[in-house]
């Protein structure tokens, strides 16, 4: 089975761009989460989807968005990018009907803001 | 807010030279504790999911117990090919959100 995948891998942008980057889960899968993963702050949830609709919210601000499509797969956008934006962007898929079912993680994108 | 501590932030080895990782928590309502393994570039490999207090897992050379208040993820006899950060997460409250630590690195040397 494949696992999740992640588009772009790597992404160079400037301050006061936007971004978008995509994620495709496992198949079967219909939960997708979304972390930020700096050297500082560590791994940080950004939010989840679950059939199309966002279930859960971390505590960044408004210009992190993200959508999920009819078939899983979801993206994120960042407006707006600032240098701090710079990171490692994590998706994770899981089945989704329970909570407790375990998250796995893509390869990343890594997003470099100048 | 719940709080996930990770202990030695950073752990060098011999091989054949076994070990615990520590991670504690403090929070509210815990729902499951989740070990990764990540590689440097790579994202977080699932390791092992535990759900309640005495609860323990295996794979390989590689053990993770849970208590009430902390979990252990024991390392007997590692390779180098162990090397790695080595994260915990706990679940709680609603949805899908995994509150994770900031990791050990350790690194297994010949």
């Known amino acids: 089975k494949a696992g999740v995948t992640q588009t772009p891998r790597y992404l160079i942008k400037t301050r006061g761009q936007q971004v978008t980057l995509s994620c495709s889960p496992i198949?079967?899968?219909?939960?997708v989460s979304w972390y930020q993963q700096t050297p500082g702050q560590g791994l940080q949830f950004l939010f989840e989807?679950?059939?199309?609709?966002?279930?859960n919210k971390g505590n960044f601000p408004g210009r992190f968005s993200g959508r999920q499509f009819s078939n899983s797969r979801s993206e994120m956008n960042v407006s707006t990018l600032e240098l701090g934006d710079s990171a490692l962007y994590l998706c994770?898929?899981?089945?989704?009907?329970?909570?407790?079912?375990?998250?796995?993680f893509g390869p990343g994108t890594r997003l470099t803001v100048l | 807010e719940d709080q996930v501590t990770q202990s030695p932030e950073a752990l060098r080895l011999q091989e054949g030279e076994s070990s615990s990782l520590n991670c504690s928590y403090t929070?509210?309502?815990?729902?499951?504790l989740f070990w990764y393994r990540q590689d440097p570039g790579k994202g977080p490999e699932f390791l092992f999911t535990?759900?309640?207090a005495g609860e323990e897992k295996e794979k390989e050379r590689l053990k993770a117990t849970l208590t009430k208040k902390e979990s252990f993820l024991h390392i007997t006899a590692p390779k180098p090919e162990d090397s790695a950060t080595y994260l915990c997460?706990?679940?709680?409250?609603?949805?899908?959100?995994?509150?994770f630590g900031t990791g050990t690195q350790l690194k297994v040397e010949l």
């Open positions: 994770a898929s899981s089945l989704g009907s329970r909570s407790t079912d375990t998250q796995y």
């Open positions: 198949s079967g899968h219909r939960s």
């Open positions: 989807y679950f059939s199309e609709t966002q279930r």
């Open positions: 929070v509210s309502g815990l729902r499951g």
């Open positions: 535990l759900y309640s």
């Open positions: 997460a706990v679940l709680t409250g609603g949805g899908n959100k995994l509150t």
